[in-house]
Nanobody
Framework: QVQLVDSGGGSVQAGGSLRLSCAAS????????MGWFRQAPGKEREFVAS???????KDYADSVKGRFTISRDNTNSAYLQMNNLKPEDTAVYYC???????????WGQGTQVTVSS
């Protein structure tokens, strides 16, 4: 059973930074591509960023390019460094893990990010 625990959310002013963390309880972390999604009130969940199992390939939503950076390490963790935050970044952020072999997807519980102007 895959378990993901998101953390690092909080409240910041516009222009501030936050770093989200996702701790994955999996047998072989490198079998999973990792990603971050977010859902604002009244809106659908949307893609934010992803990183391949090797860490060599990264993808970002246009709205966060140049401000957010996704990474992963050998401690079964993924991160989302968020700089120059804007009020429109306010949302619940969810960690996602996708099994490269089966395509199964797993979600964290979410962490709230609130950016005030």
């Amino acid at each position: 059973q895959v378990q993901l625990v998101d953390s690092g959310g909080g409240s910041v002013q516009a222009g501030g930074s936050l770093r989200l963390s996702c701790a994955a309880s999996v047998r072989t972390f490198r079998n999973y591509a990792m990603g971050w999604f977010r859902q604002a009130p009244g809106k659908e969940r949307e893609f934010v960023a992803s990183i391949s199992w090797s860490g060599n390939s990264k993808d970002y939503a246009d709205s966060v390019k140049g401000r957010f950076t996704i990474s992963r390490d050998n401690t079964n963790s993924a991160y989302l460094q968020m700089n120059n935050l804007k009020p429109e970044d306010t949302a619940v952020y969810y960690c996602n893990a996708e099994d490269a072999f089966t395509g199964s997807a797993y979600w964290g519980q979410g962490t709230q990010v609130t950016v005030s102007s």
